[in-house]
């Protein structure tokens, strides 16, 4: 029969192409790849995003993000010495805020004592040298889980941003590096700088989510920091829609005519174009936030045997330098490190 026939096998000594240009000799071996690699990721590029929660020893496993745990306060410490011994330049710190410390104002935010202020003195304390980041927006901190101030189901912009500015000192005064605005509220970038200098904190960095998104992509965050469950709607009225690009080049040009100095495209992977536009039109130091939700599919795939989890971080980790960012926020900061030392 037809089907178990065995065809002949065609000639593999075919007569050679004519090809002057046959690019895959740049790639005949790894030596000869490194030499024309044009990106490099290193571990001056990435920033570890940290969740900070109340107790003591605990380290509590985010079922959204595996791999990931909330932190008490001297748990985060250890991760910080982590860092500092793997070399990463900088955390940044989220709260798990308790519920019967939220409210509609989120007023735990200015509280000088809270939960980030708190873990921003423990880690300074042992580790000077590691730079901490700080996000300012109220969402940790309030019952409703929105960014700002609610009133009649609309969030308050210039109210808003009175609190973020009170929020942004209290951390200032704690000893965070860089005050990273994600709320997304009109004009809290100059509000931020004015009151930061007022008060003498002229080398306190600000890090502007300047290009911000409205994106399901957050989900894990939000059960990380326990606002998933409260959230009421959405926060598109303050968040980017995702089919904009021109308008993520104006949200940057203004942070940075109010004094941002650095600025961030979030999330990361499905908006490498914006990243690149954005490194492109301004020339600023760019950073992406690989953001829960992207972690979240290339742990769970990795989990289940489906990719090599490994090799797909440091491919979306390479493929932000590709786009032109100048550093990284992911959760995968320190398996990236390891394996960069590993390297050598
Ligand atoms: C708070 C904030 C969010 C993230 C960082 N800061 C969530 C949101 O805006 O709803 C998301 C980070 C992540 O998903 O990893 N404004």
Redesign the pocket.
């Known amino acids: 029969e037809m089907r178990d026939t065995p065809r002949p096998k065609p000639a593999l000594a075919a007569s050679p192409l004519d090809l002057t240009i046959r690019p895959r000799r740049n790639r005949k071996a790894e030596w000869a790849r490194r030499l024309v690699r044009e990106n490099v990721l290193t571990t001056d590029d990435l920033i570890w ?1 940290l969740f900070v929660v109340d107790g003591h020893n605990q380290r509590t496993a985010i079922t959204s993000m595996p791999g990931v745990d909330r932190l008490s306060v001297d748990q985060a410490v250890r991760d910080a010495e982590r860092a500092a011994k793997l070399n990463i330049p900088c955390l940044a710190l ?1 709260p798990y805020t308790e519920a019967s410390l939220r409210d509609e104002h989120g007023s735990e935010a200015v509280n000088p004592d809270n939960l980030v202020c708190k873990s921003v003195r423990a880690i300074k304390k042992e580790f000077p040298d590691l730079g901490v980041l700080c ?1 300012v ?1 109220l ?1 940790p901190f309030t019952s409703h889980g929105h ?1 700002g101030l609610i009133e009649d189901g609309r969030i308050l912009n210039d109210e808003t941003v009175a609190v973020l500015v009170r929020q942004a000192l209290v951390q200032a005064e704690a000893g965070c590096d860089i005050i990273a605005p ?2 997304m509220m009109d004009g809290r970038v100059g509000a931020i700088r004015e009151a930061l200098d007022a008060a003498g904190f002229l080398d306190v960095q600000i890090m502007a989510y300047a290009a ?1 998104y409205a994106s399901a ?2 989900g ?3 059960d990380a920091i326990g606002s998933a469950k409260t959230l009421t709607g959405d ?1 598109r009225t303050y ?1 980017m829609d995702s089919a904009n690009s021109d308008e993520a080049l104006r949200e940057v040009e203004l942070d940075i005519a109010e004094g941002a100095d650095m600025v961030m495209v979030k999330p990361g992977m499905p908006y490498l174009d914006i990243v690149r536009r954005v490194k492109d039109a301004f020339a600023m130091p760019t950073f992406v ?1 690989q ?3 992207e972690y979240a599919m290339i742990a769970a795939a990795a989990g289940n045997g489906w990719i090599d989890g490994e090799r797909a971080m440091m491919e979306s980790l390479v493929a932000f330098k590709r786009a032109g960012a100048d550093g990284i926020l992911t959760y995968f900061a320190p398996q990236a490190a390891e394996k960069l030392r590993n390297q050598g």
Do not use: I, L, M, T
């Open positions: 995003p989220f996000d927006a969402d960014d994600s709320d911000k992509f957050y894990p965050f939000r926060k968040q936030y953001v829960s939700g």
